[in-house]
C-alpha cells in the first residue's frame, strides 16, 4: 500500500505581488521567509501513525511538484484556511483516477460540511484517534464521509512525528508540536475552538526525543516551537528548558508577554538557547484591546508593554512582536504608530497582520452582521491580504498601510541600528542553521 501525504501550495508571503517580492528579496526578512516556509508536524505525525508495511511519500508543493500521474493507494491532505481551495483542486485530480482523498487541518476541522462535498473522507480533529481508524476502514474498504474526534488527545501518548520523511527537504527550520489547547479565545482566532480551552502538553521527555530525533536527521537544524504558547505553564516550562538546554539547541517559539515577570524564566529562556520569541501584543492602541480575549488579559497587560518588551530584551532575548491592523479603531494613522513602537523598541522583527474574518471566529460573526467581509476566496486568507472594509480606512488603503510599514521596520537603516544593540538575530539564525 502507497499513501501521499500533500501539503498544498499557497500564498504564504501574501498574493500581492509587490508585498511577496519584498518579502522574497529583501535581506532583511530572510528568518521571516524560513519561519514561514516550513513544514508543520501534522503530516508527520499521520506518517508515525502509519504501518511500518505502507510506503509513504511526503509532498510539500510550496517546494515541490505534485505527479498526479502517480499511483497512491490513497492520498491524505491537511490543509489551512488559505490552502483549502487548492486541497479541493487537489482532491479533484486525483479522484478523477479513483484514487480515495481524505482531508484533515484545521480547515477541515471548522468547515467538515464545506470539505466533504470534496472529499472521500474528512477529518475533523486530531489526528491520534481517527488516523488508525481511518486506515483501517480504508483498508476494509468502508471508508465513512466524516470522522469526528471525541475527546482531546492525551498528548502524552502522541507518537514522536516521523521526521525521517523531512531528511530530504531543505528546510532550516523544523518543527515541534510541544502543547495543543489555548484558554484565551481571542476573538480573531480559532485555537481554542479546535483544541480546546485547556492547555495540553506532551511529556518533557518526549520533546527531548523528538528534538534528539531532528538532530540527527538534520544536525543544524533551528528548532520552531510551533505553539500558540510554549510558555503558558510556567512549571512546565521551566523543566522542559533546563533539559533543553542540555542539548546545545538554537529555538524559537512563541509566547505571551507575561514571562518578563519572572527573571530566573528569562535566564533559563536564554540558556536553552532560544533566540527569538514571537510574541503577540495585537494592537499598541488600548481601545482595540478592549474584549479581545474573554478575559481581558491583554488589555491588562497593555501598559506594561514598553517596560516588559526591555525586560525580556536585556536577557538577549530577541522579540518578533505580532500585530493586527484592522480593526474598528484604526484608521490611516495607525501605521506610522505601530512603525514607531516597532522601531522606537528595537524590536528584532515584527509580522504585520491585515484583521482576517477566519471561519468560527468572533471577529467574522460580527463582521458579518454588518456586511463588512469582502467576497474573497480562502486563498486570500494569507494575513496579509485584506478581507474586510474595515471601518475607518478603506480595504485598499489597509494593504497598502500594510506594506508600508513592513517595508519600514525591515529597512536596512533600521536593523543596522537595532544590531547594535543585541546583534542580528537574523544572521545569527542563517548562520547556525547551515
Ligand atoms: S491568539 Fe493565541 S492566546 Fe489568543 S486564542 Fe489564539 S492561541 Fe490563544
Same mark, same amino acid.
Given at each position: 500500500?502507497?499513501?501521499?501525504?500533500?501539503?498544498?501550495?499557497?500564498?504564504?508571503?501574501?498574493?500581492?505581488?509587490?508585498?511577496?517580492?519584498?518579502?522574497?528579496?529583501?535581506?532583511?526578512?530572510e528568518f521571516y521567509r524560513q519561519y514561514w516556509s516550513g513544514l508543520g508536524?501534522?503530516?508527520?505525525?499521520?506518517?508515525?501513525?502509519?504501518?511500518?508495511?505502507?510506503?509513504?511519500?511526503?509532498?510539500?508543493?510550496?517546494?515541490?511538484?505534485?505527479?498526479?500521474?502517480?499511483?497512491?493507494?490513497?492520498?491524505?491532505?491537511?490543509?489551512?484556511?488559505?490552502?483549502?481551495?487548492?486541497?479541493?483542486?487537489?482532491?479533484?485530480?486525483?479522484?478523477?483516477?479513483?484514487?480515495?482523498?481524505?482531508?484533515?487541518?484545521?480547515?477541515?476541522?471548522?468547515?467538515?460540511?464545506?470539505?466533504?462535498?470534496?472529499?472521500?473522507?474528512?477529518?475533523?480533529?486530531?489526528?491520534?484517534?481517527?488516523?488508525?481508524?481511518?486506515?483501517?476502514?480504508?483498508?476494509?474498504?468502508?471508508?465513512?464521509?466524516?470522522?469526528?474526534?471525541?475527546?482531546?488527545?492525551?498528548?502524552?501518548?502522541?507518537?514522536?512525528?516521523?521526521?525521517?520523511?523531512?531528511?530530504?527537504?531543505?528546510?532550516?527550520?523544523?518543527?515541534?508540536?510541544a502543547t495543543r489547547g489555548c484558554p484565551h479565545d481571542c476573538s480573531f482566532?480559532?485555537?481554542?475552538?479546535?483544541?480546546?480551552?485547556?492547555?495540553?502538553?506532551?511529556?518533557?521527555?518526549?520533546?527531548?526525543?523528538?528534538?534528539?530525533?531532528?538532530?540527527?536527521?538534520?544536525?543544524?537544524?533551528?528548532?520552531?516551537?510551533?505553539?500558540?504558547?510554549? $510558555?503558558?505553564?510556567?512549571?512546565?516550562?521551566?523543566?522542559?528548558?533546563?533539559?533543553?538546554?542540555?542539548?546545545?539547541?538554537?529555538?524559537v517559539g512563541q509566547s505571551d508577554i507575561s514571562i518578563a515577570h519572572d527573571?530566573?524564566?528569562?535566564?533559563?529562556?536564554?540558556?536553552?538557547?532560544?533566540?527569538? $520569541?514571537?510574541?503577540?501584543?495585537?494592537?499598541?492602541?488600548?481601545?482595540?484591546?478592549?474584549?479581545?480575549?474573554?478575559?481581558?488579559?491583554? $488589555?491588562?497587560?497593555?501598559?506594561?508593554?514598553?517596560?516588559?518588551?526591555?525586560?525580556?530584551?536585556?536577557?538577549?532575548?530577541?522579540?518578533?512582536?505580532?500585530?493586527?491592523?484592522?480593526?474598528?479603531?484604526?484608521?490611516?494613522?495607525?501605521?506610522?504608530?505601530?512603525?514607531?513602537?516597532?522601531?522606537?523598541?528595537?524590536?528584532?522583527?515584527?509580522?504585520?497582520?491585515?484583521?482576517?474574518?477566519?471561519?468560527?471566529?468572533?471577529?467574522?460573526?460580527?463582521?458579518?452582521?454588518?456586511?463588512?467581509?469582502?467576497?474573497?476566496?480562502?486563498?486570500?486568507?494569507?494575513?496579509?491580504?485584506?478581507?474586510?472594509?474595515?471601518?475607518?480606512?478603506?480595504?485598499?488603503?489597509?494593504?497598502?498601510?500594510?506594506?508600508?510599514?513592513?517595508?519600514?521596520?525591515?529597512?536596512?537603516?533600521?536593523?543596522?541600528?537595532?544590531?547594535?544593540?543585541?546583534?542580528?538575530?537574523?544572521?545569527?539564525?542563517?548562520?547556525?542553521?547551515?
Amino acid at each position: 500500500m502507497k499513501i501521499a501525504l500533500i501539503s498544498p501550495k499557497s500564498a504564504f508571503l501574501g498574493r500581492n505581488a509587490e508585498f511577496s517580492t519584498f518579502l522574497k528579496r529583501s535581506p532583511e526578512m530572510e528568518f521571516y521567509r524560513q519561519y514561514w516556509s516550513g513544514l508543520g508536524s501534522g503530516l508527520l505525525v499521520i506518517g508515525a501513525l502509519t504501518g511500518k508495511d505502507v510506503g509513504i511519500e511526503l509532498i510539500d508543493e510550496n517546494i515541490e511538484d505534485i505527479d498526479f500521474n502517480r499511483d497512491y493507494d490513497l492520498v491524505a491532505v491537511t490543509a489551512m484556511t488559505q490552502q483549502a481551495n487548492r486541497a479541493y483542486e487537489i482532491a479533484r485530480r486525483f479522484r478523477e483516477r479513483n484514487i480515495k482523498v481524505v482531508l484533515g487541518g484545521i480547515h477541515a476541522s471548522i468547515l467538515p460540511d464545506e470539505a466533504k462535498l470534496h472529499l472521500d473522507s474528512v477529518v475533523v480533529g486530531e489526528a491520534e484517534e481517527l488516523w488508525p481508524i481511518l486506515l483501517d476502514d480504508f483498508r476494509h474498504n468502508r471508508l465513512s464521509a466524516v470522522y469526528t474526534s471525541r475527546r482531546e488527545v492525551d498528548l502524552r501518548t502522541s507518537p514522536i512525528p516521523k521526521y525521517e520523511l523531512l531528511e530530504e527537504k531543505p528546510y532550516k527550520i523544523i518543527w515541534v508540536q510541544a502543547t495543543r489547547g489555548c484558554p484565551h479565545d481571542c476573538s480573531f482566532c480559532c485555537a481554542s475552538r479546535v483544541y480546546g480551552s485547556k492547555y495540553r502538553h506532551k511529556s518533557t521527555n518526549q520533546i527531548i526525543e523528538e528534538i534528539k530525533k531532528i538532530r540527527w536527521i538534520k544536525k543544524h537544524a533551528i528548532i520552531g516551537f510551533a505553539d500558540d504558547n510554549l $510558555l503558558c505553564d510556567k512549571d512546565y516550562s521551566r523543566q522542559l528548558l533546563e533539559k533543553i538546554a542540555d542539548l546545545k539547541i538554537r529555538w524559537v517559539g512563541q509566547s505571551d508577554i507575561s514571562i518578563a515577570h519572572d527573571n530566573s524564566l528569562l535566564r533559563l529562556i536564554k540558556r536553552s538557547g532560544c533566540v527569538a $520569541l514571537f510574541i503577540g501584543f495585537e494592537s499598541i492602541l488600548e481601545d482595540n484591546l478592549r474584549d479581545i480575549d474573554s478575559s481581558n488579559w491583554k $488589555l491588562r497587560h497593555f501598559k506594561e508593554y514598553a517596560a516588559n518588551i526591555r525586560t525580556i530584551q536585556s536577557n538577549g532575548i530577541g522579540i518578533i512582536g505580532t500585530f493586527i491592523v484592522g480593526f474598528d479603531n484604526d484608521d490611516n494613522s495607525a501605521f506610522d504608530r505601530l512603525a514607531n513602537f516597532i522601531i522606537d523598541n528595537r524590536l528584532a522583527g515584527a509580522q504585520i497582520a491585515a484583521l482576517t474574518p477566519f471561519p468560527h471566529t468572533r471577529v467574522r460573526e460580527a463582521l458579518s452582521k454588518e456586511y463588512r467581509i469582502l467576497d474573497t476566496p480562502w486563498d486570500n486568507y494569507t494575513l496579509y491580504d485584506v478581507n474586510i472594509k474595515p471601518k475607518k480606512m478603506s480595504s485598499q488603503e489597509l494593504e497598502e498601510g500594510i506594506l508600508r510599514t513592513f517595508k519600514k521596520v525591515y529597512s536596512s537603516g533600521v536593523a543596522a541600528e537595532k544590531s547594535k544593540y543585541f546583534g542580528n538575530i537574523f544572521f545569527e539564525l542563517h548562520k547556525k542553521s547551515k
